[in-house]
């Protein structure tokens, strides 16, 4: 007889990665390039792309911007602030 033990691990993302992947589905939904995404959101295409890559943490510029812009990620925008898996990496510069 054997016994099976099956371990179970829940994959979660901290808050920075799960506004930034909501960001990129935006861009691709709307088929807009790093360049005239950055554009749209009024930032540099470089702060965009690092920011979107994990190579930059997210700035204020950037939260200010998407609040702006896209009002319905505020909800994202605050668990990134305030949420309890807040990732060091990303601190607000």
């Given at each position: 007889?054997?016994?099976v033990?099956?371990?179970?691990?829940?994959?979660?993302?901290?808050?920075?990665?799960?506004?930034?992947?909501?960001?990129?589905?935006?861009?691709?939904?709307?088929?807009?390039?790093?360049?005239?995404?950055?554009?749209k959101?009024?930032?540099?295409r470089i702060?965009?792309?690092?920011?979107?890559?994990g190579?930059?943490?997210?700035?204020?510029?950037?939260?200010?911007?998407?609040?702006?812009?896209?009002?319905?990620?505020?909800?994202?925008?605050?668990?990134?602030?305030?949420?309890?898996?807040?990732d060091?990496?990303?601190?607000?510069?």
């Amino acid at each position: 007889m054997y016994t099976v033990t099956i371990m179970v691990t829940e994959h979660t993302t901290s808050p920075a990665q799960q506004l930034r992947e909501k960001l990129a589905q935006i861009q691709k939904a709307a088929d807009l390039s790093d360049y005239k995404f950055a554009d749209k959101l009024g930032v540099d295409r470089i702060v965009w792309y690092t920011t979107r890559t994990g190579k930059r943490p997210i700035g204020l510029t950037l939260l200010k911007a998407i609040v702006r812009v896209f009002p319905e990620l505020h909800a994202d925008v605050l668990s990134f602030l305030f949420g309890e898996d807040h990732d060091n990496s990303d601190t607000i510069t």
